[in-house]
T-cell receptor, first 114, second 114 residues
Framework: AQSVTQLDSQVPVFEEAPVELRCNYSSSVSVYLFWYVQYPNQGLQLLLK??????LVKGINGFEAEFNKSQTSFHLRKPSVHISDTAEYFCAALLGRQGGKLIFGQGTELSVKP | DTGVSQDPRHKITKRGQNVTFRCDPI?????LYWYRQTLGQGPEFLTY????????KSRLLSDRFSAERPKGSFSTLEIQRTEQGDSAMYLC????????????FGSGTRLTVV
């Protein structure tokens, strides 16, 4: 069974519009959750992470995500996107609380159009 | 510190040849991870080290793959008798001692087997 599921493979959006990238996780993983961004031909960059505490997490580049335990979701949002946000976004969960392996979703390609 | 370094960035090899990739993690990180990413997919876990000890190896990893981290610093990933299906981006990441930390990724090595 998939541990981390990203519900949209592609999300096209116009510049300055809001966006939400959806991520659901299974109860078999820990609740340490992450969002990464990957630009073409580059490695992954950490956007934000949820470890505990406030369910609304703020990250870099104006992104934020909300942890929802009852819905087992960790959706990523940005109120106004820029062309430069065009990239692949990956949701991930830490398997095990002591820093074991990260399990990634399939990715969501965000395409921001002018 | 310049982050996680991977070498080479690109490698083209003929089917049946052996290839070796190198990863230099962030110096104070004692955990090092290898992932493989194919087009349109999220990174797939291969193996990870804590210092020089290889703690886990994916069952998806065939016997043709081997990884080492002899002195607990840099790591190498070798693929013997390459096949076209090995074509992918190979990502290395590192993290601090055990805990709920996100990884720092390198830029990856793109392998093309022709």
């Amino acid at each position: 069974a998939q541990s981390v599921t990203q519900l949209d493979s592609q999300v096209p959006v116009f510049e300055e519009a809001p966006v939400e990238l959806r991520c659901n996780y299974s109860s078999s993983v820990s609740v340490y959750l992450f969002w990464y961004v990957q630009y073409p031909n580059q490695g992954l960059q950490l956007l934000l992470k949820y470890l505990s505490g406030s369910t609304l997490v703020k990250g870099i580049n104006g992104f934020e995500a909300e942890f929802n335990k009852s819905q087992t979701s960790f959706h990523l949002r940005k109120p106004s996107v820029h062309i430069s946000d065009t990239a692949e976004y990956f949701c991930a969960a830490l398997l095990g609380r002591q820093g074991g392996k990260l399990i990634f979703g399939q990715g969501t390609e965000l395409s921001v159009k002018p | 510190d310049t982050g996680v370094s991977q070498d080479p960035r690109h490698k083209i090899t003929k089917r049946g040849q052996n290839v070796t990739f190198r990863c230099d993690p962030i110096s104070e990180h004692n955990r090092l991870y290898w992932y493989r990413q194919t087009l349109g997919q999220g990174p797939e876990f291969l193996t990870y080290f804590q210092n020089e000890a290889q703690l886990e190896k994916s069952r998806l990893l065939s016997d043709r793959f081997s990884a080492e981290r002899p002195k607990g610093s840099f790591s190498t990933l070798e693929i013997q008798r390459t096949e076209q299906g090995d074509s992918a981006m190979y990502l290395c990441a590192s993290s601090p001692p055990p805990g709920p930390y996100g990884y720092t990724f390198g830029s990856g090595t793109r392998l093309t087997v022709v």
